[in-house]
């Protein structure tokens, strides 16, 4: 699976939209872009995915350039319950085929 | 909504005890997998499993480590002989077989002593 690269922690008010960016240059052709997060040692949270048109559901959208290598999530009115790990990961859709989770982005939402 | 269910959400066991953690992965799902996360470190795929035998490992998982699906519900990650070292929370998933989205429980607290 390609690698992807994230930053380590961002900040986002609480009501404004977060937008947390992904790196994945090597992504090719059959690959994924997933989103998971993880609140506070909970079991990871699917959130979206798409492979390269924009998705959007009644959590987040997804929007993935053009060239494909690189996504951002939106959370468009962030919540304080919005703080976890987001993690952004490049999957084949071959069935049964693993998660590799990197270290993601911590995002904290603010009062 | 359907979600995979762990038990138990948390085991203290002495280290060379035998341990079993249990899931009830989704109904309809036909992919299973275990992933374990040590305190403060990310988390790590150990084993996915399809049609009662092993379909991918990673090199955690090693011969302490079995799966086992004994029934049409169930789904188990046996650790043989404890270590202090897999002390971590154990996260049973399940995927689609069409879209193949996995879904995680929220995981079984293993503490070795």
């Known amino acids: 699976d390609a690698k992807t690269t994230q930053p380590p922690s961002m900040d986002c008010a609480e009501g404004r939209a977060a937008n947390l960016p992904c790196n994945h240059s090597?992504?090719?052709?059959?690959?994924?872009v997933y989103w998971y997060r993880q609140i506070h040692s909970q079991g990871p949270q699917y959130i979206i995915h798409g492979l390269k048109n924009n998705e959007t559901n009644e959590m987040a959208s997804l929007i993935i350039t053009e060239d494909r290598k690189s996504s951002t999530l939106i959370l468009p009115h962030a919540t304080l319950r919005d703080t976890a790990v987001y993690y952004c990961?490049?999957?084949?859709?071959?069935?049964?085929?693993?998660?590799?989770f990197g270290k993601g982005t911590s995002l904290l939402v603010t009062p | 909504e359907p979600e995979v269910t762990q038990t138990p959400s948390h085991q203290v066991t002495q280290m060379g005890q035998e341990v079993i953690l249990r899931c009830v992965p989704i109904s309809n799902h036909l992919y299973f997998y275990w992933y374990r996360q040590i305190l403060g470190q990310k988390v790590e795929f150990l084993v996915s499993f399809y049609n009662n035998e092993i379909s991918e490992k990673s090199e955690i998982f090693d011969d302490q480590f079995s799966v086992e699906r004994p029934d049409g519900s169930n789904f188990t990650l046996k650790i043989r002989s404890t270590k202090l070292e897999d002390s971590a929370m154990y996260f049973c998933a399940s995927s689609t077989p069409i879209g193949n989205t996995i879904y995680f429980g929220e995981g079984s607290w293993l503490t070795v002593v």
């Open positions: 990961i490049v999957r084949s859709l071959r069935s049964g085929y693993a998660l590799n």
């Open positions: 090597t992504i090719s052709g059959n690959e994924y």
